[in-house]
């Protein structure tokens, strides 16, 4: 990737966002050189789908020791002690199995001082059918919530979501609005006091309405990394 085309597509996205709203960068299959030249640009935060591809950057990075690490991608249950251990975020805990085997390791990591904070976590949903995505339906996510807030070792900060491919920019603006009237209901009934905050909605294709709608946090990885 040209350096050059990176720093203008960073200050093109800049000018488009508020600095109220938290960019993180996806750096799938991103060589870690270009993401040194990121860094360099003053994005701390990474987000991977890949545990293992994740982890060997980590350890080229580690002299970076202020980057905030984000987990992006669907988790097994296989990776959770990993995932605990490697990620200060895990955007992607679509389900109350995987929240369950998260506050475990948590709770482990943290006993024995593997990690110092909870990780910060929030829980994805599928507001609208999809079969090719993961998450909680409105309803399974308000049948879980008591055992949600259950949990006690992770900090559940907010809803995630990834919406289905082929949706007009009304719809696209609806789903996510419909997100954050969600999050509040929550709030509203007071789970998970008042860390109940963040809203990791928007990708390249969708990022300006995510941040129209309300998002906190947004995921962007071809608008940064595309050279053309």
Request: with cysteine.
């Amino acid at each position: 990737m040209n350096q050059n085309q990176l720093v203008k597509n960073l200050d093109e996205i800049r000018n488009t966002i508020p600095t109220s709203v938290r960019l993180v960068a996806v750096t799938k299959k991103v060589d870690v050189e270009v993401m040194k030249w990121v860094y360099e640009q003053g994005i701390k935060d990474f987000g991977e789908n890949k545990l293992q591809e994740a982890i060997n950057k980590q350890a080229q990075l580690q002299d970076l020791n202020d980057i905030t690490w984000h987990f992006i991608g669907h988790l097994q249950s296989n990776k959770a002690k990993k995932a605990v251990e490697s990620f200060a975020w895990i955007h992607s805990v679509d389900s109350l199995k995987i929240a369950q085997r998260l506050d475990f390791y948590a709770q482990q990591a943290l006993n024995e001082k593997v990690i110092i904070k909870k990780p910060q976590v929030c829980l994805q949903v599928k507001p609208l059918p999809d079969d090719n995505k993961y998450g909680w339906t409105t309803e399974q996510l308000w049948n879980d919530l008591p055992l949600l807030q259950e949990l006690h070792y992770l900090s559940v900060r907010g809803l995630m979501v990834i919406l289905p491919l082929g949706l007009s920019q009304e719809e696209t603006l609806s789903t996510f609005k419909s997100l954050k009237v969600l999050q509040e209901k929550i709030k509203d009934k007071g789970y998970f006091s008042d860390n109940f905050n963040q809203l990791s909605m928007g990708m390249s294709e969708d990022y300006l309405y995510a941040i129209e709608a309300g998002a906190t946090m947004i995921r962007l990885g071809r608008v940064i990394f595309n050279d053309s």
